[in-house]
């Protein structure tokens, strides 16, 4: 979505330099979704407002959305696999979740 | 944009003695210390939802308790007030009561070890508020225009839709209003890390820039000493990461536009334009966290003088306030679909090419000054009028953090 425009994606590019895409509705496993000019074949679902990686990660590089850095990687994410939690730290402050030791 | 000072054609304000306009005629029950909140909250339950029940719950004294429930009280919103005092507690009530009697407004303090006890303070409350509405009601109305209105936004159960849609909706809302004459005010310190330095360089003066950028670097030394950042389990059920990406988001409610000033809880805009409220306690961390939820952050809006809050929701908040009406605009929109009955502006549908980010925006303009107009929020409907106020500490904001009144 740029400021004017109007966004038809299920999956959305915020910036040139983004390392990640946004679901902007709940996927699922299976389905087959464009964006990037390519065809993404979904091995999971991924829920509204979700991220998925634009391309390979590894631990440290920096997660890039909307030219920001939003967090660093702690672990190998696949291009098309989830980036959230579980591979994604702060670089700032930790944050807490439910169901966390 | 043009310059629209003007108001708009059914706005009207309710003006007090002491020169400020309101656009809500409220009676505030003021409850001094927890023990007399059940006695306040009877007093109201009598009357109407434009009798409603503010007050902080500690017996000890505490500064910014004290000023944050005189800004309130004397809000523009607000028409009078009626103290209610267990008797024992450390809240300064006389002094409280003589700033609004200054400020012209309708004043009583019933104290309950005084009066005789719940029944007895709980009638005599009831009477007061009834003979005091009869003479609001004869308040004079007056043309209320943009550059009368103070309007302040917060995003309060963020997920990862959020900063696509009803927060960047909400900071063009913001350029517009401002545009327009009016003071907007955004906030939450804590939810701006990492986003300093481009905040920075919208400010008005390299001095406010300097300030802006401390502000954000005592919240996260803050919540760094708490241990973790302001972030709820549901943001990340909802998609968001980290606390960069939250902020990031938060950060969009601001608009684009110059930023003239940096406040504190309480602390009134000296003249419109766009302003940060750092609510990050200053000195040591000592009484827990900043805010302890998201009423608490409405109160200081409202204590700086907002007439009205613009409030993003991604997973769904369904909270009004106390004093001033809230606009809710939800971010996502299967959120949306499950909770049409609590929103008043529909954001998510940015999210499926339904409509521009621009369009939403118009949209959330027109709900504001229909609310300017008298309109109730869907919030105001459904009767929620939450209050939190908790201990806090804070300087006074330094000279840098204020816009130069030079030819004003």
């Known amino acids: ?101 | 944009m043009s310059m629209t000072s003007g108001s708009s054609p059914s706005a009207r304000g309710y003006l007090r003695r002491d020169g400020r306009k309101g656009i809500r005629n409220v009676i505030v029950v003021v409850y001094t210390v927890e023990c007399a909140h059940h006695v306040a909250s009877r007093i109201a339950s009598a009357f109407d939802d434009d009798v409603q029940v503010i007050g902080f719950g500690g017996c000890y004294p505490n500064d910014y308790a004290a000023n944050m429930l005189e800004r309130l009280c004397t809000h523009p919103n607000v028409g009078a007030a009626l103290l209610v005092s267990l008797g024992c507690e450390g809240l300064d009530r006389a002094r409280l009561a003589g700033s609004i009697e200054a400020s012209g407004r309708p004043v009583n303090t019933m104290v309950i070890q005084d009066r005789g006890g719940t029944l007895a303070t709980v009638a005599t409350g009831q009477a007061w508020i009834a003979a005091t509405q009869a003479s609001l009601a004869a308040i004079e109305h007056v043309p209320f225009g943009m550059a009368d209105l103070v309007v302040g936004t917060i995003c309060g159960g963020s997920d990862g839709t959020s900063g696509i849609t009803a927060n960047p909706a909400v900071g063009m809302a913001f350029d517009r209003l401002v545009e327009a004459g009016a003071t907007a005010i955004f906030e939450e310190t804590g939810e701006l890390i990492g986003c300093e330095t481009a905040m920075a360089a919208r400010a008005t003066t390299d001095a406010l820039g300097t300030e802006l950028i401390a502000a954000v670097h005592k919240a996260e030394a803050y919540y760094a000493t708490l241990g973790h950042a302001s972030f709820a389990p549901g943001n990340a059920e909802g998609g968001l990461t980290t606390i960069e990406e939250k902020s990031l988001g938060a950060y969009s409610k601001s608009g684009h536009g110059p930023i003239s000033g940096l406040i504190k809880p309480g602390e009134i805009p000296s003249q419109p334009g766009l302003y940060l409220l750092d609510v990050v306690p200053d000195g040591e961390v000592r009484w827990g966290y900043p805010n302890i939820n998201d009423v608490a952050e409405v109160a200081e809006l409202v204590a700086c003088g907002a007439h009205l809050i613009l409030f993003t929701t991604g997973r769904g908040s369904v909270v009004g306030s106390a004093i001033s009406p809230v606009i809710k605009v939800c971010a996502n929109p299967e959120t949306y679909r499950r909770m049409s009955g609590d929103m008043d502006v529909n954001a998510g549908r940015i999210l499926d090419g339904s409509a521009t980010v621009s369009e939403v925006a118009d949209e959330i303009v027109a709900a504001a000054h229909s609310a300017i107009g008298g309109q109730l929020t869907i919030s105001e409907q459904l009767g929620h009028q939450e209050f939190v106020l908790t201990y806090k500490s804070f300087e006074p904001s330094g000279p840098s953090c204020h816009p130069l009144t030079i030819g004003r």
Do not use: M
């Open chain 1, 1 to 101: 979505v740029t400021r004017e425009g109007r966004s038809n994606a299920r999956l959305l590019r915020l910036a040139p330099e983004d390392n990640v895409l946004i679901a902007t509705s709940h996927l699922r496993a299976g389905d087959e979704v464009v964006a990037d000019g390519v065809i993404w074949h979904l091995g999971q679902d991924v829920e509204t407002g979700f991220k998925l990686a634009s391309r390979d990660l590894a631990p440290g590089d920096v997660v890039l959305r909307l030219g920001f850095p939003i967090g660093e990687i702690t672990a190998p994410v696949a291009q098309g696999a989830v980036v959230h939690v579980q591979n994604v730290k702060s670089r700032y402050l930790r944050t807490h979740h439910r169901g966390e030791a």
